[in-house]
């Protein structure tokens, strides 16, 4: 599988961005899809994940109720739609994909794929 995520760039707090995330390969709807994120001098953390078919999602805590992730497997696609940004928001986004167990798992050892990241900048 290889991830191709685009849909970074710099708004102003409490504005919105939407990332994109077009996979390919004929299996992708039976990976779990997710976004983590790392910011300068940070560990990269999970933010958000969605299970092969869309039913189960699950976000930091961090994001809760300000960001929102789905998927679309006939386009081969999963979108996390962020909105209320705040500077904190600040940090280099990664599509993710793994096998998935029926869960969203949150831990990088999770996900055997990884897109190139896309920037996103929130400013104060």
């Known amino acids: 599988v290889q991830l191709q995520a685009s849909g970074g760039g710099l708004v102003q707090a409490g504005g919105s961005l939407r990332l994109s995330c077009a996979a390919s390969g004929r299996t992708f709807s039976s990976y779990a899809m997710g976004w983590f994120r790392q910011a300068p001098g940070k560990e990269r953390e999970f933010v958000a994940g969605?299970?092969?078919?869309?039913?189960?999602?699950r976000y930091a805590d961090s994001v809760k109720g300000r960001f929102t992730i789905s998927r679309d497997n006939a386009k081969n696609t999963v979108v996390l739609q962020m909105n209320s940004l705040k500077p904190e928001d600040t940090a280099v986004y990664y599509c993710?994909?793994?096998?998935?167990?029926?869960?969203?798992?949150?831990?990088?050892?999770?996900?055997?794929?990884w897109g190139q990241g896309t920037q996103v900048t929130v400013s104060s």
């Open positions: 993710v994909a793994g096998r998935s167990i029926g869960v969203v798992v949150t831990t990088t050892s999770g996900y055997d794929y």
């Open positions: 969605v299970t092969w078919s869309g039913s189960n999602t």
